[in-house]
């Protein structure tokens, strides 16, 4: 069973950053993709970032580009998401995604497994 386990949120200024990681655990992760969605209040939960764990290639909503950076550590299991320039409409709880096979997939219900989200707040 696969296990997305996220930390990092927090509170924040806005124009400051914060790096947010997820640990993935219960399988050998080369042929999945994981990603990052996020859901403010009332809103839908949106696509930010996904990457090929084999290969590391990344995908990014328009939204986050050049803002947003999602990577990897192999060795820990564990991808992160960094966030610079953050904004108040950033504040939202952030979740991370596993699905097996492509990582250019953005819809949630594209995606299998679901951390618990992270709580991450800008303030002005």
């Known amino acids: 069973q696969v296990q997305l386990v996220e930390s990092g949120g927090g509170l924040v200024q806005a124009g400051g950053s914060l790096r947010l990681s997820c640990a993935a655990s219960?399988?050998?992760?080369?042929?999945?993709?994981m990603a990052w969605f996020r859901q403010a209040p009332g809103k839908e939960r949106e696509f930010l970032a996904s990457?090929?764990?084999?290969?590391?290639?990344?995908y990014y909503a328009d939204s986050v580009k050049g803002r947003f950076t999602i990577s990897k550590d192999n060795a820990k299991n564990t991808e992160y998401l960094q966030m610079n320039s953050l904004k108040p409409e950033d504040t939202a709880v952030y979740y991370c995604?596993?699905?097996?096979?492509?990582?250019?997939?953005?819809?949630?219900?594209?995606?299998?497994?679901w951390g618990q989200g992270t709580q991450v707040t800008v303030s002005s």
């Open positions: 990457i090929w764990w084999s290969s590391g290639s990344t």
């Open positions: 995604a596993a699905r097996i096979g492509s990582y250019l997939y953005t819809l949630p219900r594209d995606y299998d497994y």
């Open positions: 219960g399988r050998t992760f080369s042929r999945y993709a």
